[in-house]
């Protein structure tokens, strides 16, 4: 299957979202570094608008709408980080928007969203398909679907993370990035891979979510159950069509962390760093503080690709 | 009486405390600054190596300490902050601490300073003086005893905090500083003053603890009984005797917060925001969030004093 993102994409997506978009901070800890033998460079997307990087696809998605299409709005499925990235951009943009999230949602989610001034089309997650309601909407107003994932101007937004993260800190010798659906992991492994050809890219699923593990070998795409992990937004079950054949060409190898190792990052990222990052975004950290990372990196960027936790989840690490 | 700190001492902390402190990042909020109306600017300490501000104090008075008294070291009480603060700085210069801490500190801060390498002297909190006891071993040992706020060192030390936040953020028309012993507010309002002599300084103490409100209404300095409040950094019986002036004089207004609104905006800076600040360092942010602040101030500067939180008490805010 030829490649059909490119590296300019990313570039070129960089451009679109400035306006938009945070340039997050890279944050780095002594005790990381002296716990681990290396210089951990962490990129801090629960610093991001939204408080994860979806924004960055969200925002290149919906400015590469064609201007003709842009006035019937966009209509998007999420439950989480997805929904309110999309609501952040389109309000941005000027452009309508509608969200199908599932009734039970947290509160806060639901609520933020609102807030954004999208308009909320709630579904019951047991007996309705999100996919039928939003592809209906769609169809039905000619609003643009917005993907989570598979698809380029995604996957060419969720890059510039990793493009912000090489232009702050030099001479990287490996990526650490979160995998769950492959958006954020692709563009990133695709343009670091570009900006330092040596670099080592390693994507983090949880052990339960494992669908791109078994994926790479077997070679071909698998479909999990619906996993049970802590890592809300790393619960896709199947790699996508456009992300799979991206993460077999430029990912070096896929690691497991275990709900336990990620609970254990998460107090470190607290208590040490003072940082919330939620259970997906601290992956990286897991691996590396397990073990899990191949030795001899010793300058590492780490993707914290989220900061969106409950209260009362936090509640559960003490 | 006269005032012993000049700004140029604030100055001369900032080049002597460089190598040791951290320059901490000034963060920003949307949310924040459309909920107040206002730009508000957090200069976040809870980033600060040790967690807290403390450091900047005791690394200028280590390093103000003569040469010929360096070699016989250095002691301090303290349960929380001051004692990893004059650890670490004790270790960067290479000199011995003894930290006379009580049997029931939280292991988690028994641990760090142990890992400074300082000798760590328990006492029983109930029974035993650890002024004492600190008194007892400096006339013993000859080692210099490093107070939590009542000395020039430190006030100018702490003072550093405000000089990098105004040279980071330009037109500031308030500073709100966090408010116990009243080293920080002290120096800070003494530099951000002689900076800017039309910036409004305010003070925060919680409510059980609010020695200074009550010793500005009575003139003299006032004892109160140990107060009954989460800010465990802010539970001071009395202002100091160099602290006080210097707050009679530079600080504008002091202000009063409940438990229960430092505990939303801990909520606020966590679940919005993504760090952890602790009760102490979260009064600022209560005085702002709950309209304690008089009007008028359009650009505002905010100390977040520190970020140790055990996981037991942030599971309460659930």
Redesign the interface.
Known sequence: MSIHVKPDDIRAAARRIAPVARRT?V?TS?TLNERCGAEVFLKAE??Q?G?AFKIRGATNFLYSIPESDRARGVVAFSSGNHAQAVAIAARSLGMNATLVMPTDAPK?KLDATRAQGARIVPYDRFRESREEIGRAISAETGATLVPPFDHEWIVAGQGTCALELMAEVAGLDALVVPLGGGGLISGSALIAKDLSPAIRVYGVEPEAGNDYWLSRRRGERVEIASPDTIADGLRTTKPGAITFPLVERYVDEILLVGDAEIREAM?FL??R?????EPSGAVGVAALLFGKLPAGAKRLGIVLSG?N????F?????
């Open positions: 901070p944050l002594r629960n610093f608008r408080g806060s107090r607290l208590s760093m003072k940082i919330l990052v900061g936790v409950d209260l009362e936090l509640a559960t690490l003490a």
